[in-house]
């Protein structure tokens, strides 16, 4: 499941393009959004890829931690959910108690 960051709608993982406003889910997906906001914040030195418990092969995979510049893009390649990805990104912070 994908949910656009511009109209909330939510679309199919296999949708590129959101069906409510047109945007461009590759960029304007929440959790693209979401991933360049981590990505832009130097407090954040890695980021983890929390993946639901009932989720699928593919993603129960790719769960983990990662570096700003290995982190995969969601929905996971290959994913087979039967709702679709509902994976989602955590941010860890370099300087938790400043
Ligand atoms: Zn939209
Ligand atoms: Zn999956």
Do not use: W
């Not at 983990?64 to 941010?91: F, H």
């Amino acid at each position: 499941m994908r949910t656009c960051s511009l109209c909330h709608g939510q679309s199919a993982d296999t949708e590129t393009i959101c069906p409510h406003c047109g945007a461009d889910l590759v960029t304007f997906s929440t959790t693209a959004v979401a991933l360049a906001r981590y990505r832009a914040n130097p407090r954040v030195e890695q980021i983890r890829l929390i993946v639901p418990y009932h989720a699928c092969a593919a993603c129960r995979a790719a769960e983990g931690t990662y570096t700003k510049a290995d982190v995969p893009s969601l929905p996971i390649a290959g994913c087979s959910c039967e709702n679709g990805c509902t994976c989602n990104y955590e941010p860890m912070l370099n300087d938790i108690y400043p």
